[in-house]
């Protein structure tokens, strides 16, 4: 005789996400899936940096690099601001800082 699972499916519907912000979600963990986007929101969780200065870290063209820094920017996950003719990029806020320490965190454990 199977046992009933009628609490625990009608708990987990009335607290699931709307197909949409999964969706999202999805999307975000798919930017976090490409090491070079990792490198450089790795870097800039050190410290702000410029397209030239994580180019030179990464061994990267300065158009990958701005490629890269474009979908991350796209995503809301790093934010950038203009000094002169040089613009300047970090991680964009404290969340991206969580995920990416919490991340780090779990797979050194």
Do not use: W
Request: charged share 25%.
């Amino acid at each position: 005789m199977p046992h009933d699972h009628s609490n625990i499916l009608n708990h987990v519907k009335a607290e699931l996400p709307k197909d949409e912000l999964l969706q999202d979600l999805g999307d975000l963990f798919k930017i976090f899936g490409d090491t070079t986007r990792i490198k450089i929101m790795y870097a800039l969780h050190e410290d702000e940096m410029c397209v030239c200065a994580i180019s030179e870290l990464l061994g990267m063209t300065q158009s990958a690099v701005s490629h890269q820094l474009k979908t991350l920017k796209t995503a809301n996950l790093v934010k950038s601001r203009r000094d002169g003719k040089t613009i300047y990029y970090s991680i964009a806020d404290d969340h991206v800082r969580t995920i990416i320490a919490l991340g780090f965190e779990h797979i050194t454990e």
